[in-house]
T-cell receptor, first 116, second 113 residues
Framework: DAGVIQSPRHEVTEMGQEVTLRCKPISGHNSLFWYRQTMMRGLELLIY????????DSGMPEDRFSAKMPNASFSTLKIQPSEPRDSAVYFC??????????????FGQGTRLTVV | GDSVTQMEGPVTLSEEAFLTINCTYT??????LFWYVQYPGEGLQLLLK?????DKGSNKGFEATYRKETTSFHLEKGSVQVSDSAVYFCALNSGGSNYKLTFGKGTLLTVNP
């Protein structure tokens, strides 16, 4: 398997523009996570899907952020409108099952977002 | 709430040196503890884990022991290699939300030949 695939790897956009990040989880995995990594706050869980259903979106910072998982093989994280403080590395991860004590989360390579 | 504190880097070592990266935690209940590694240009990978007190996780020559009395999970390796250069993250899962990992901020390790 190719692992978790994220696109694009790098994104530079102007403030106010819409940004869409994409993720293809490992085939067969039923849990999907979006994390954000910044120098100040480290890695933070934004949202968690299980069987394509959002279970916990308490980490989504504000209404400008939205995430969808229309099917088991694709998820998007959208920021509209984007702001400079959204600049970060965004990671997608997937796992088989939802108990990370017993299973492993596999991470993609991340999307480095820069909002100017 | 849950939190993980790990030593700030960067850490620079010569090949074959001994490595320790300190990690302490605060959590409710009895968490599981993890070390993840991020090699340049790649995503995070699980390096090792321990699910209960006094357990030792080990992989690729790295070890960490779950110390409940000191709330610590320090990462050690007896002889590092250039290929170990990466960012290392300590993390925990407290069980209240089985799917949630709380990460430390990461420690950059550079190993010079």
């Amino acid at each position: 398997d190719a692992g978790v695939i994220q696109s694009p790897r790098h994104e530079v956009t102007e403030m106010g523009q819409e940004v869409t990040l994409r993720c293809k989880p490992i085939s067969g995995h039923n849990s999907l996570f979006w994390y954000r990594q910044t120098m100040m706050r480290g890695l933070e869980l934004l949202i968690y899907f299980n069987n394509n259903v959002p279970i916990d979106d308490s980490g989504m910072p504000e209404d400008r952020f939205s995430a969808k998982m229309p099917n088991a093989s694709f998820s998007t994280l959208k920021i509209q409108p984007s702001e400079p403080r959204d600049s970060a590395v965004y990671f997608c991860a997937s796992s088989l099952g939802d108990n990370l004590r017993n299973t492993e989360a596999f991470f993609g390579q991340g999307t480095r977002l820069t909002v100017v | 709430g849950d939190s993980v504190t790990q030593m700030e880097g960067p850490v620079t070592l010569s090949e074959e040196a001994f490595l320790t990266i300190n990690c302490t935690y605060t959590a409710t209940g009895y968490p599981s503890l993890f070390w993840y590694v991020q090699y340049p240009g790649e995503g995070l990978q699980l390096l090792l884990k321990a699910t209960k007190a006094d357990d030792k996780g080990s992989n690729k020559g790295f070890e960490a022991t779950y110390r409940k009395e000191t709330t610590s999970f320090h990462l050690e390796k007896g002889s590092v290699q250039v290929s170990d250069s990466a960012v290392y993250f300590c993390a925990l899962n407290s069980g209240g939300s089985n799917y949630k990992l709380t990460f430390g901020k990461g420690t950059l390790l550079t190993v010079n030949p």
